[in-house]
């Protein structure tokens, strides 16, 4: 167990459709990523929070959008959802953001679209 | 921005046979390059990690070996085990004074170790 939560674990849903996923760090992390894994592409990057401020961007479309409240629990939000949005969804938290250490990945949320 | 090549996809060994792994980066100011494993249905979980002031690291059957000059790095498996089944990740990043930048995954290879 990494200690980061994860929910919802599946999410079935329909194009055109709007998704939360919510994700609770390590206790005492202050940093949390959002990675997008499909097939083909491994994991890619989206967001990444660092005690509630956006600290660093990757290839997060427009239609997502993130947050990471005071409790610094994060939330990513997916919007206009598209068949290739289906994927799975890990949030990771690390307690710095430095970009060197360690990076502990919850259990994923998969995502599929209709 | 950073790139990572990770080579080959897909790797079939026996069991108590070498596997390795490699990895390039195109960023020469990354300073940190970490391996996760993820077995099938499961997180990512670092195995082993190394940083740029160094050139090799060991654990247990584990090693890391990295070239600045040429910019790629290595993951050694020695004396495999079914149980080492799983994709594998690299990956690059930056921090300090080389400046920041979270981590870039390669696109993971598929181990498969037959007993």
């Known amino acids: 167990d990494s200690g980061v939560t994860q929910t919802p674990k599946h999410l079935i849903t329909a194009t055109g459709q709007r998704v939360t996923l919510r994700c609770s760090p390590r206790s005492g992390d202050l940093s949390v990523y959002w990675y997008q894994q499909s097939l083909d592409q491994g994991l890619q990057f989206l967001i990444q929070y660092y005690n509630g401020e956006e600290r660093a961007k990757g290839n997060i479309l427009e239609r997502f959008s993130a947050q990471q409240f005071p409790d610094l629990h994060s939330e990513l939000n997916l919007s206009s959802l598209e068949l290739g949005d289906s994927a799975l969804y890990f949030c990771?938290?690390?307690?710095?953001?430095?970009?060197?250490?360690?990076?502990?990945f919850g259990e994923g949320s998969r995502l599929t679209v209709l | 921005g950073e790139n990572v090549e990770q080579h080959p996809s897909t790797l079939s060994v026996q069991e108590g046979d070498s596997a390795v792994i490699k990895c390039t980066y195109s960023d020469s100011a990354s300073n940190y390059f970490p391996w996760y494993k993820q077995e099938l249905g499961k997180r990512p979980q670092l195995i082993i990690d190394?940083?740029?002031?160094?050139g090799e690291k060991k654990d247990q059957r584990i090693a890391v070996t990295l070239n600045k000059t040429a910019k790629h790095f290595s993951l050694h498996i020695t004396e495999t085990q079914p149980e080492d089944s799983a994709v594998y990740f690299c990956a690059a990043s930056k921090g300090g004074n080389s400046g920041y930048s979270t981590l870039t995954f390669g696109k993971g290879t598929m181990l498969l170790v037959s007993p």
């Open positions: 190394i940083r740029s002031n160094v």
């Open positions: 990771a938290s690390s307690p710095l953001g430095e970009g060197r250490g360690e990076l502990f």
